[in-house]
T-cell receptor, first 109, second 113 residues
C-alpha cells in the first residue's frame, strides 16, 4: 500500500466546473507539496503547505495534518488547467519526499 | 531568472555508452536531487545531495552515479546505460529538504537501445 494516495487517478470535467483532487497519507509529515505537470513534461511547484489553506489565483490548497489529508481545488476550471497534478509529502522523521502517483485532469471546453 | 537548467532535453544512446546529464541551478540552493519518471510508477528518487560533497542514495540508485563538486551543479552519470534506464529524468533543487519549494528542470528524455 502506498503511503501517499491520490484520488481520483483520472478526472475529466467541463470548463467552468469546480475541481477537487485529494491526497491522503499514512505517515507523519512536516509539509506537503502540490505540483503540476503539463503534457510535454515540465513540473511546476504550485504550493507547499504545512497547515491551513493557501490560495493562488484560481487554485486553493488545504491540509489537515491531524487527519492526514490534503486537497487541491481549482475554481472556474479552464482547458489550460489540463495537466497531471502530483502531491508529495515530506516525512517528518527524515524529510524524505513520498510521492503520490498523480491525478490526470482533463478540462473540456 | 531563477532556474534549474538540465541538458540535454532528449538523448538517444546505445547500451553501454557512458553518458552524463547535466543539472545546474542559479539559486544558491543547498539541496539537489535526481528523479526518474516512468508510466504508472510516478516519480522515483535516484540520488540526492544536501550540499557540496554530500550525496546519498534515493530509492532507485542502481546503475547511476552523481557528484556535487560545486553547489550549483549536480550531474547524473550513467556509466553503462541499459535499456531499463530508458525514462524521463528530472533534476530538482530547493534551499533545504524540510520546508522549501522545489524547483525542477525541464526534464531529459533518455532512450537506451
Amino acid at each position: 500500500k502506498n503511503e501517499v494516495e491520490q484520488s481520483p487517478q483520472n478526472l475529466t470535467a467541463q470548463e467552468g466546473e469546480f475541481i477537487t483532487i485529494n491526497c491522503s497519507y499514512s505517515v507523519g509529515i512536516s509539509a506537503l507539496h502540490w505540483l503540476q505537470q503539463h503534457p510535454g513534461g515540465g513540473i511546476v511547484s504550485l504550493f507547499m503547505l504545512s497547515s491551513g489553506k493557501k490560495k493562488h489565483g484560481r487554485l486553493i490548497a488545504t491540509i489537515n495534518i491531524q487527519e492526514k489529508h490534503s486537497s487541491l481545488h481549482i475554481t472556474a476550471s479552464h482547458p489550460r488547467d489540463s495537466a497531471v497534478y502530483i502531491c508529495a509529502a515530506i516525512m517528518d522523521s527524515n524529510y524524505q519526499l513520498i510521492w503520490g502517483a498523480g491525478t490526470k485532469l482533463i478540462i473540456k471546453p | 531568472e531563477a532556474q534549474v537548467t538540465q541538458n540535454p532535453r532528449y538523448l538517444i544512446t546505445v547500451t553501454g555508452k557512458k553518458l552524463t546529464v547535466t543539472c545546474s541551478q542559479n539559486m544558491n540552493h543547498e539541496y539537489m536531487s535526481w528523479y526518474r519518471q516512468d508510466p504508472g510508477l510516478g516519480l522515483r528518487q535516484i540520488y540526492y545531495s544536501m550540499n557540496v560533497e554530500v550525496t546519498d542514495k534515493g530509492d532507485v540508485p542502481e546503475g547511476y552515479k552523481v557528484s556535487r563538486k560545486e553547489k550549483r551543479n549536480f550531474p547524473l552519470i550513467l556509466e553503462s546505460p541499459s535499456p531499463n534506464q530508458t525514462s524521463l529524468y528530472f533534476c530538482a533543487s530547493s534551499f533545504g529538504r524540510r520546508n522549501s519549494p522545489l524547483h525542477f528542470g525541464n526534464g531529459t528524455r533518455l532512450t537506451v537501445t
